[in-house]
């Protein structure tokens, strides 16, 4: 009995579907000429092994066809569960196709992965070159798809002016910090298992997990802890990379302003920055007003920020000072924190 074998999986379970014969494993499609080709007798019945599908997955995905090369790796986990790229890209064209409300299961999926990736890696892969090529890949996807994921909810939750910022802020913050924690955490797993044979690439990892970190910062409620945790990242990715340079922090946001004018960076915010940095902050009482209002601000925010009764009572006032601030010289152009 002859059966049609699909020339790209080796497997036999081709369905006819809409005129083309349609292969359930790795969706090739043939059209009836090109079934009769396919034709052979005794099939093995099942798809090739573990490493001709993932070579195939590879093909696929330099082809630019991510659906495909996921449906490979797919099959070749089942073959072989001992492959360390099935585990890994099985979550990373999911987060590559996420949506935005997804964003923060996909960081902690992508966490969660790299414990057992690395270990499959560290069991398995005996060749010193084949180990330091797939943790380059690993590291280099990682962060690729960390960036892709962090500025996405950046973008839609932080970036944008909304009525309710307070709770997109919030939303960033979550998603925000999951993506910089799954850096982190290659990082200080690669460091661990690894010890220093590939340390520069813990630290490329760390690096960029810095980066996020300092655009989370002025959001996050510890400031301190904060700082202390971005130094103490900065001080292990100098140890493997002394050209490294910190991310410049910006002091905690204008809670109240952003608030009622819906972001941290607009006009009016921008001029009462520059009046907290170049005149309260070089007195005695003005220092002492910024740390109470850090202090209360966040709070006080949290509690009535997305209230419009909020917003009508405080912008009033707040469009007095800031219109007083502009005749006194305060610019409301663009401005970095001090």
Known sequence: MQTMICEICGSNALVKEHGLYVCRYCQSKYTL??????????????????????????????????????????????????????????????AQNCRLNEIA????????????????????????????????????????????????????????????????NAKFVVEGTCCRDALYHLGDLLSFVFKERHSDLAALCWEEGTKQHALLHPSLQDKRASEQKIFSYGRKIRKYNPRYTAPKLKKGGCYVATAVYGSYDCPQ????????????????????????????????????????????????????????LQKEGMADTPYEDS
């Open 269 to 324: 915010v921008w001029v009462l920055r520059r009046y907290r940095d170049d005149k309260l902050a070089k007195t005695t009482f003005g220092r002492l007003f910024i740390r109470s209002y850090y202090a209360l601000s966040p709070t006080l925010v949290r509690l009535f920020g997305a209230q419009s009764w909020f917003r009508r009572l405080l912008k009033p006032r707040l469009d007095r000072l800031v219109s007083r």
């Open 33 to 94: 000429e090109e079934a009769r080709k396919l034709l052979q007798s005794d099939p093995p019945g099942e798809p090739e092994d573990g490493q001709k599908l993932r070579l195939l997955a590879r093909r696929a995905m330099e082809a630019g066809q991510g659906h495909r090369a996921k449906r490979y790796y797919e099959l070749a986990l089942l073959k072989d569960p001992d492959l360390w790229d099935p585990w890994f890209y099985s979550v990373y064209f999911e």
């Open 105 to 168: 299961e996909m960081a902690e999926r992508l966490y969660d992965c790299q414990e057992l990736v690395l270990r499959l890696i560290s069991d398995h892969v005996t060749d010193p070159k084949e180990e330091r090529a797939a943790l380059e890949e690993l590291s280099h996807r990682t962060i690729e798809v960390a960036k892709r994921l962090f500025y996405s909810s950046k973008s839609a939750h932080y970036d944008q002016v909304v009525r309710d910022r307070i709770f997109e």
